[in-house]
């Protein structure tokens, strides 16, 4: 975008669509919604209209308070949408059109629910009425923007200076991209590909392939001291899990030094951490914590909006019953793997699949057209799909698609920006698929440690169950928050398909105390079929990897003929496993007991300790490869990336090229 395209954003007449488009528009909503209102008539005991003057002029009142009394008003219900989920806001909106409705000649409306149910159904039929004939094309969208960046142009940024929009893909593979592209489920990005616009490339992920290392990583340049996405801190006894409130808070306050990737004038929507953003929305190490003047500032925008709620509401219910549908077919063509899917299942997954879909994008949008100088945006979808359902499963697909749309909207809202943006897409981590441990093997790894060790096991209740990153705005609304786990018991988690054991006691366990106080628990769990290999320390030699059939001295030099003993327990798992798990053996929280799943190159599966189908957090499989699409203007890094950590010094690096002002993270 040149300096000519810049200075567009200050001329009204280049930010407004023709007379004739706003024309055609206003007539088509008014047809729209007097036929909407002949139809409730004709329904609705409590609501008549005369003749159809009357109706049309009822069409007409509507549009317009929708289009220029509700955004005047809408700042006034913020608070009330923020509790409330918008429904507070589709309650004021009905009042308003009940008193609107009842004050014009020849229209008789009987009171509040009935004022209500108009409202809903005039925006079923303006959503209907919206895809049919294509109103939100690309030409309304731009109109969309430009209305948009009009209001913010006074306090926005306008420079030469690039933006940097990052969007992470949750959980999509480097190889899941590349098979979506070539079947047609990504077409945006599949365009920038074959453009030469972008360069596709892998990364590697630390042994804990999972959001709450790699977003600390990406977004602070540090993970130290996070093992898994959940564990046991001895010295307090007290339980970590990275996606809950409290846990979030300590994590990014051990770990941001106040120079993270969005700390000069950036934002971060639906993230774990905050990155030092000025503005976090669905941020959840901020969870409930005042940003820029009010609690929950961007969800409140969105939600204030009869319409927007209204829309998502619809979104949602009709994403729901394509959850329960798919569930269904693959029970009735009996796909495997996969798992039985509850209705707490579907409401998550249409959490991440709309609610904070369209929050955040909406957020993304305006914060393009106010100019923010970095923009990091975690999409949540197929990651929580694909726990449920699978890695490349049709449904799973579908998710990606629309990610993909909301990547060319958002890449389409750029040319209204007051300054140029980069966008760059990435994910966090990939997912490897398989039937659960339990499913598969009849026993839990908490009730087979219990077995063998004779002790009760005390475990995380969302890890049994397989409950995956979005859970926790469930749990955060609740109230709930990390607990202490008790005394004498062995503790035994669940990271996808890596499980800790922690045996009780305030100091870690040697192999020697291992093998002399529970003598069947290494016999048996190395020989477990469904076990690839553990690590765990050994007086004599360091960090030992365990397998069936052999083992890996860590602390031996990798040509040492001595630092393998029999089958090298690590060799499915690729040329980076020796340096991954020894990362965390020197960890201050690392598990007595390190437990990696069996992976099986031939089907590309491993079963998880949880609950769940699509699984990372591990090593084996594409959990481990990640992706970033950069533009070609962004410098290639001069080494392969073997860390969220390195990861983050190459996005600042790119935020030094554009030009932005850049602290070094420690």
Known sequence: MDKQQHAAILRDEELRPGWRQAVGRGLVVTVANALALWVADGILDGFTLDDVTATVLAGAVIGALNALVWPALAFLVVPLSVLTLGLGAIAVNAIIVGLALDGLPGVAIDGFWTALAITVGLSVVTTIVVRVLAIDDDAWFDEHMARRARRRRKGATATDVPGIVFLQIDGVAETVLRRAMASGDAPTLHGWLRSGSHILTDW?????????????????????????????????????VSNRPASAAEIERRHSDGNGLLAHHGSSYGNLFSGDAERSVLTMSGAGRVKEGRIGAGYGRYFARPSNALRSLLAAGIDFGRDRRAARDQRRRDVRPRIERSLVDSLLRVFTTVVSRDVCVNGVLADIAEGRSSIYVDLLGYDEVSHHSGTDRADTLGVLRDIDRQVGRIERAVRWAPRPYHLVVLSDHGQTQGQPFEARYGESLEAMVARLTGRTTAVDPDSAAGKTESTAWFRSARGDDDHELSDGAVTV????????????????????????????????????????FILVRSDKQGAVVLGANGRRYLD????????????????????????????????EHVADLMINAAYDPETNELPAFEHQVGSHGALGGPQTHPFVLHPVELPVPAERVRSAPELHRVLKGWLAAVGQPVSVSR
């Open 493 to 532: 988690l669940g990271s996808g398909a890596l499980g800790l054991v922690y045996l009780p006691g305030t100091t870690r366990w040697t192999l020697e105390q291992i093998v002399d106080r529970y003598p069947d628990l290494m016999t048996e769990l190395t020989a477990h079929p469904g076990i690839g």
């Open 556 to 587: 031996r030099p990798a040509d040492d003929p001595t630092a393998v003993e029999g089958d090298d327990p690590l060799a499915a798992y690729g040329t980076e496993a020796a340096r991954q798990v020894a990362a965390v053996d020197a960890d």
């Open 204 to 240: 590697e992920t630390q042994w804990s392939s999972q959001t709450g290392v790699s977003q600390c990583g990406i977004l602070h340049g540090d993970n130290a001291g996070m093992p898994a996405f959940r564990w046991l801190e001895r010295s307090t006894g007290r339980l970590m």
